[in-house]
């Protein structure tokens, strides 16, 4: 008995082997272990058997009879997760169709490079502040040292709405509000709207967009200026950018200096971008003029500073290869939707 | 400017600098070049040739077979068609292979079956103008001087083989506008040595003061006037030499006295003038205002109306010149010219700026004066133009020179404290080296005190002492640190950050920002329908506005935002959706700065109706956890629909105004879609968010639902039906929902039936199925009550 017990349990295991459908499988369960099964024929014959191998040859029918049951479960999974695989494979999609849009809106190019410049000044510890665009000549011009006639409001054609008030042509007037109202340390950028008489064409516009910056502590050096403005075009266009300071003149800085950077595209080598010089201007700047600060309140013996002016249509219009300024204001969608 | 680079050899030596290492230098120590251009770039390959035959073209009535010496071994032939050509001229040769201007190259070939190696050249095809010749050349072929080198490069003949770098000059530095000065900085940015010789006059007798006296009137305009005579004077050109470096410079030479007073403008920096002494009536010379309405032809024969701001120069009957901007065609130099007064005056920087603004005219003189002159300059430039005379032998300097002084100003001098101007640039220069640098720009020291000189006065402080420092030891070299001091908060304002998030909100329901102009045209407010008495029609003018188009500041976004959606929709661009932050500029009394609230603008067209632009806001206020927000009917806002339209409120604030624009303000925008725009205040929408959001716990109980239909007038708003609905639901309604709203035949005409979603939810309790039946009863009973309504 104890053979006949081990000859089915070996071709069970044979038919298992076999056995790819769950319907064959079915058939196994019925034919061994089912109510006229073979196994379960041995289990009925077990009355004949003496008392002492009663036990034994139960326990081994009985063990026999688990093994195959967990078998054909184990089996029954594995046939089962197969023709579920097989079932998905028929339910292929393209998945090269194009996905369901939210259709997001973008910000407009000029507000993009505007939040990265202001991200890499508040990360100096720059604030930002805001102020009137409709100026008095005063804080446009006067305040610093531009009086009236002064011939650098010749390279600033001024639209004015009164003798005394102006549409600034520069950011720089928010040096002077700051400065009347803050003690120092001062460490703020004012970017906004400018405005100067220009017939729009390509390269010019009667409106156009500046960054101010301004820094008014003790021991402040034109060292410091270099150091400021060369990180933060490091921070622009990347850690291999190279610049340079040319001496310049503005009224109201002394030293004064324009700031170039070496070309993006080519390095400094030379090309169509630059022009051949290998470097792009791309801000003025200098140390805070002594008068400024004097007529601001605060004392020249005791507070340096300096102040810059980056122009940033100049900074989109080279990020983003446009050639035209006036695709900045005309807010056509073909435009917008590429940023 | 534009400076020859020859021209400075005679102040100082720079030999073997080339062109590029010369710009870049001078750059670098604060004088900006432009470019520096080689005035014979487009001529090569032109020689000296001698015509050694000349005879007609076997196969032409008007060419010429030539054999030309152009110094290369055996001469070559050349046909030629000029008239003139003659044997024995010395003429200019384009050999085969030659370039002239305008890109023409020359090579060899036959002309009617006869070999011809080159070219002869008239001076038009070099590009030469008379100017520079000093004479008229006759028709055909340029003859040269019969001393000109066979074989020589002619562009060395005119002068031509000259570098001429264009800088740009900065409105600070008046003495840079002369060759002199340019010199100064050139000898200090290559720490070269520098010298102008003290120019001496032969003087000839005769006393100037014999025949003409000079009095200032203004003593402020005018702050000096010297004025000497030249005698025998004989008209003619100049030489080649002074008519060369001219032409370099952009001046066209014209005779020899006015080239002198050209030359020395260039040279000094110093403007001069001539007159004929004929013409100074009375021999007397008035430096005065001139009389509102005078009028004065000037040298470019254009008569010119004064105003009694204005400077002239006048004799005893007129006058005779508009002080630094340009003199009078009644006193220009004549051919006839045999006695000339030179005038080298100063005037006023504001003055001559005004009156040259004023009348037009910007000459080399006004734009000189207007920047601030160096009134010691006026002697030395008088003293060489007379020496000129002399060398030029052009005429006879009379003895004697009159000067008169008007109201100079005093001289300042600045401490020299070198630690401080080291602290300040971060530098650590030597006092020595500082020194060395004030010696070449001319700055005294004594004392540790400095005395700028005379020609420079942007020098007036310690900070300008600072910079010439700076400019000469090298912006370069001064390093780079970052600051140290008390550490600042870098981080935006509560407004900034509502701006960015407002943006990200917008951009996130598919909006897309736009910038316009702030300016525009009185004409759009008739384009919006806003009527004439309507505030918005006061707004801020631009008294000199490029043009109509731009000349008011706007008082509302909605024509801005109109534009846009017109300018898109006729671009077929199917639909848009579009937000603008921007201002309006709202005037206040005459003197004050206007108001200039911040505004947020919303437009979209095709595609979309009310309750689209209506959704935007409100995700927006959900967003920004603005609650209690309510829309009231617009009836009398001219840009909307009157049926389709709200004014939105919170708490009682409006907000703004939203809605379809109205079918006519569209067709005054050529956009043939429906359109909806919103405009609203940016302070309302920042003070009405709430920024102290506080988390309200989650419940474990679960929420009783009741559904139900509601019949009501038609005209009944839903806003109505939610307000009694909530009252009477109280806290534990806790959420209510519009599921739909049907008019039509199943319910009486003039109805409408609203189906809601109603969620009942205590906080601290299941609620029964009891406690939500009875409010649901309670709010119908109250809808019926209140507003007539049932339930269906």
Redesign the interface.
């Known amino acids: 008995m104890k053979e006949q017990l081990q000859q089915i349990k070996a071709s069970v295991e044979r038919a298992l082997n076999d056995a790819v459908t769950l319907e064959a499988l079915e058939e196994i369960r019925i034919k061994y272990m089912g109510k006229k099964g073979e196994l379960t024929a041995v289990l009925k014959g077990m009355g004949k058997l003496s008392a002492e191998e009663r036990p034994i040859i139960g326990a081994l029918a009985n063990e026999i009879r688990q093994n195959l049951e967990s078998e054909i479960e184990t089996k029954k999974a594995a046939i089962t997760a197969k023709l579920e695989e097989e079932k998905l494979k028929e339910v292929v999609i393209d998945i090269t169709m194009p996905g369901t849009k939210k259709n997001v809106g973008k910000l407009h190019p000029m507000t993009q490079v505007m939040n990265a410049l202001k991200e890499i000044f508040m990360g100096m510890g720059f604030s930002v502040a805001e102020g009137p665009e409709v100026e008095y000549d005063y804080y446009n011009f006067e305040a610093l040292n531009i009086p009236k006639n002064h011939p650098a409001r010749d390279t600033q054609d001024t639209f004015y709405i009164e003798d005394n008030i102006v549409l600034r042509t520069q950011t720089s007037p928010m040096q002077v509000r700051v400065m009347e109202k803050t003690k120092p340390p001062i460490r703020i950028i004012a970017p906004g709207r400018v405005y100067r008489s220009d017939t729009q064409d390509a390269t010019h516009s009667p409106v156009f967009h500046q960054i101010e910056g301004l820094v008014v502590d003790k021991n402040i050096t034109m060292a410091d200026l270099k150091g400021t403005l060369e990180r933060f075009v490091k921070e622009l266009y990347g850690e291999d950018t190279r610049v340079r300071f040319r001496p310049h003149h503005f009224p109201f800085t002394e030293p004064s200096a324009e700031m170039d950077y070496s070309c993006f595209n080519c390095g400094g080598k030379g090309c169509s971008v630059c022009k051949g010089e290998g470097w792009i201007e791309i801000l003025g700047c200098g140390m805070v003029h002594p008068k400024v600060l004097e007529n601001c309140g605060i004392d020249p013996e005791e507070y340096t500073g300096f102040a810059f002016g980056i122009g940033l249509e100049r900074i989109a219009m080279g990020k983003f290869n446009i050639n035209d300024l006036r695709l900045f204001f005309e807010n056509d969608m073909r435009f917008l939707e590429q940023f | 400017m534009d400076l020859p680079m020859s021209w400075l050899s005679d102040y100082t030596d720079i030999s073997g600098v080339t062109p590029k290492e010369y710009s870049d230098k001078m750059?670098?120590?604060?004088s900006?070049v432009e470019g520096v251009e080689n005035l014979g770039k487009d001529i090569d390959k032109v020689v000296v040739g001698k015509v050694l035959e000349c005879e007609m073209h076997p196969d032409s009535d008007h060419l010429h077979v030539c054999m030309v010496d152009v110094g290369e071994g055996e001469p070559i032939q050349i046909v030629c068609g000029a008239p003139n050509v003659a044997v024995g001229q010395k003429v200019p040769v384009a050999l085969n292979g030659a370039i002239l201007p305008g890109g023409i190259k020359i090579k060899k070939g036959k002309l009617r079956g006869v070999m011809s190696n080159g070219m002869i050249c008239s001076h038009d095809e070099l590009g030469i103008e008379p100017s520079r010749l000093g004479y008229e050349p006759e028709y055909g072929i340029l003859v040269l001087d019969e001393n000109a080198e066979i074989g020589s490069d002619v562009k060395d003949l005119f002068g031509l083989n000259e570098n001429v770098v264009e800088f740009e000059i900065?409105?600070?530095?008046p003495d840079c506008f002369s060759i002199i000065g340019l010199a100064r900085e050139t000898a200090a940015t290559f720490k070269k040595s520098f010298n102008v010789p003290t120019p001496k006059v032969t003087e000839a007798g005769g006393d100037i003061n014999d025949m003409l006296s000079v009095e200032i009137l203004d003593k402020d305009k005018c702050k000096r006037y010297c004025a000497r005579a030249v005698k025998n004077v004989k008209i003619g050109p100049s030489p080649k030499w002074m008519r060369e470096r001219l032409e370099a410079c952009g001046v066209r030479a014209i005779n020899n006295i006015v080239d002198i007073t050209n030359y020395v403008l260039l040279e000094y920096g110093q403007p001069m003038h001539a007159f004929d002494i004929r013409d100074i009536a009375g021999g007397k010379i008035t430096v005065r205002r001139a009389n509102d309405g005078e009028v004065i032809k000037t040298l470019d024969e254009q008569d010119r109306t004064l105003i009694n701001d204005d400077l002239v120069i006048a004799d005893n009957e007129r006058a005779i010149a508009i002080a630094g901007v340009m003199g009078g065609f009644n006193s220009e130099i004549k051919d006839d010219t045999t006695t000339v007064v030179f005038e080298s005056a100063m005037f006023d920087?504001?003055s001559v700026?005004?009156t040259a603004q004023r009348v037009g005219l910007r000459t080399e003189a006004s734009s000189r004066y207007?920047?601030g002159l160096d009134y010691h300059n006026t002697v030395p430039a008088i003293e060489r133009a007379c020496e000129l005379v002399e060398m030029l032998g052009c005429g006879e300097n009379v003895s004697g020179m009159i000067d008169v002084l008007g109201n100079v100003e005093e001289p300042v001098s600045i401490k020299f404290r070198p630690d401080k101007i080291n602290?300040?640039?971060?530098?650590d220069i030597a006092e020595a080296d500082m020194l060395e640098t004030f010696e070449r720009l001319g700055i005294e020291c004594r004392d540790m005190m400095l005395y700028p000189p005379s020609w420079r006065p942007d020098l007036l402080?310690?900070?300008?002492i600072?910079?010439e420092v700076?400019?000469f030891y090298g912006?370069?070299l001064?390093?780079?640190?970052?600051?140290?001091?008390?550490?600042?908060?870098?981080?935006?304002?509560p407004e900034?950050k509502l701006e960015?998030e407002i943006?990200n909100i917008?951009?996130?329901?598919?909006?897309?920002?736009?910038?316009?102009?702030?300016?525009q045209s009185p004409a759009m407010l008739d384009k919006l329908n806003v009527a004439p008495n309507s505030p918005l029609r006061n707004q801020?003018?631009?008294?000199?506005?490029?043009g109509e188009d731009?000349s008011v500041?706007r008082t509302t976004m909605a024509g801005s935002m109109l534009e846009?959606l017109s300018?898109?929709y006729n671009?077929r661009?199917k639909s848009?959706?579009?937000?603008e932050l921007g201002?309006v500029?709202i005037p206040n009394e005459?003197?004050q700065?206007?108001d200039?609230p911040r505004t947020l603008m919303i437009g979209m067209y095709n595609d979309v109706d009310f309750f689209d632009i209506k959704g935007v806001c409100e995700e927006m206020f959900s967003e920004l956890h603005i609650t209690d927000v309510e829309y009231e009917r617009l009836t009398d806002n001219p840009v909307y629909h009157p049926g389709r339209s709200a004014v939105i409120k919170a708490n009682g604030k409006t907000l703004g105004v939203i809605g379809e624009v109205h079918p006519s303000v569209l067709r005054n925008f050529e956009i043939g879609v429906k359109a909806y725009i919103g405009e609203l205040d940016f302070t309302a929408v920042f003070n009405a968010a709430n920024r102290d959001v506080k988390y309200t716990p989650l419940t474990k109980f679960p929420a009783v639902t009741r559904d139900s239909s509601i019949v009501c007038n038609i005209e009944t708003p839903v806003a109505e039906i939610e307000k009694v609905m909530k009252k009477a639901g109280g806290k534990l309604l806790s959420k209510l929902e519009l599921n739909d709203v049907y008019t039509g035949s199943q319910i009486p005409e003039g109805k409408k039936s609203v189906m809601y979603k109603a969620e009942f939810k205590a906080p601290d309790r299941s609620l029964t199925g009891e406690e939500a039946d009875n409010l649901h009863t309670k709010i119908v009973k109250n809808l019926s009550n209140e507003l007539g309504a049932e339930l269906r």
Do not use: W
């Open positions: 750059t670098m120590s604060g900006k900065t409105s600070n530095r920087a504001a700026r005004l207007e920047k602290s300040f640039l971060g530098t402080a310690e900070a300008d600072a910079e700076a400019r912006y370069d001064i390093p780079t640190t970052l600051m140290v001091g008390q550490t600042t908060c870098g981080i935006l304002t900034q960015r943006s917008l951009t996130a329901q598919g909006l897309y920002e736009i910038y316009t102009y702030n300016f801020v003018k631009i008294s000199n506005p490029l731009t500041m846009t300018r898109n671009y661009t848009g959706k579009f937000f201002r500029y005459k003197g700065l206007p200039e």
